[in-house]
Each structure stands twice: as structure tokens, then as C-alpha cells.
């Protein structure tokens, strides 16, 4: 079964800058939109990115509208979240998931996409 595996997570102080990538396996990976989702500490998953199967369009959350870049490369299957001026309220575990089901590009709902992978932390320090 294809699962996600993501990296780049970590320590970060406040107004810093990183960058995830994930990559899923074996899976399709050029015909299906694509989302990054952070989770904290007993709350829902929340769905803050996706980017269209061709990279040419994405939706944000208004969270991280205009500090996070989704961008991906099919030529690599791999798909990646810029994140700059990192906030405090960033910290979460962060996790990349394939739009199978074609209904989660604009909801960002979690409950749409499927091969989740473990996560890569952020922790963004003040």
C-alpha cells in the first residue's frame, strides 16, 4: 500500500524559514492533486495546502496564505512546503497526503485524502 514519507521538520526560532518534502511510493504520484496537513497536540488535522496534479494552481489556508509555497515536481514524485516567517503557532506535526478520492483540492479536508505517512515535526521556538 503507497504511504507517504515526509522530512525537513525541526527546530526553528520564530520568523525563521524551512522547507518539507515528501515523496509517496509506489503511487501515481503525477495524477493526483496533492496536500500538506499539520495536526498539534489534541486538535484536528488541518489541511493548509494542496496543489493541483499539474502544479499549476494550489489553495491555502488563511493561516499561511502568503508564508507558505506549495510546489511539487512530478518528474521526481516529490512534493514540497516552503514555509517562511515561521510562527510560534506553526508548531505541529506536519503530513503530506494524496487527493485520491478528487474532492479534497478545495475543501482541504483530511477526511478526502489517503497514504498518510508518520509526519515530520516543526517546532517553531519564540
Known amino acids: 500500500r503507497p504511504q507517504a514519507v515526509e522530512s525537513g521538520g525541526g527546530l526553528v526560532q520564530a520568523g525563521g524559514s524551512l522547507r518539507l518534502s515528501c515523496t509517496i511510493s509506489?503511487?501515481?504520484?503525477?495524477?493526483?492533486?496533492m496536500g500538506w496537513f499539520r495536526q498539534r497536540p489534541g486538535e484536528e488535522r488541518e489541511g493548509i495546502a494542496t496543489?493541483?496534479?499539474?502544479?499549476?494552481?494550489?489553495t491555502y489556508a488563511d493561516s499561511v496564505r502568503g508564508r507558505f509555497t506549495i510546489s511539487r515536481d512530478n518528474r521526481k514524485n516529490a512534493l514540497y512546503l516552503q514555509m517562511n516567517n515561521l510562527k510560534t503557532d506553526d508548531t505541529a506535526m506536519y503530513y503530506c497526503?494524496?487527493?485520491?478520492?478528487?474532492?479534497?483540492?478545495?475543501?482541504?479536508?483530511?477526511?478526502?485524502?489517503?497514504?498518510w505517512g508518520q509526519g515530520t515535526q516543526v517546532t517553531v521556538s519564540s
Open positions: 497526503a494524496a487527493d485520491i478520492s478528487g474532492g479534497g483540492y478545495y475543501s482541504r479536508s483530511a477526511h478526502e485524502f489517503s497514504y
Open positions: 509506489p503511487f501515481a504520484f503525477s495524477d493526483y492533486a
Open positions: 496543489i493541483s496534479w499539474r502544479g499549476d494552481s494550489a
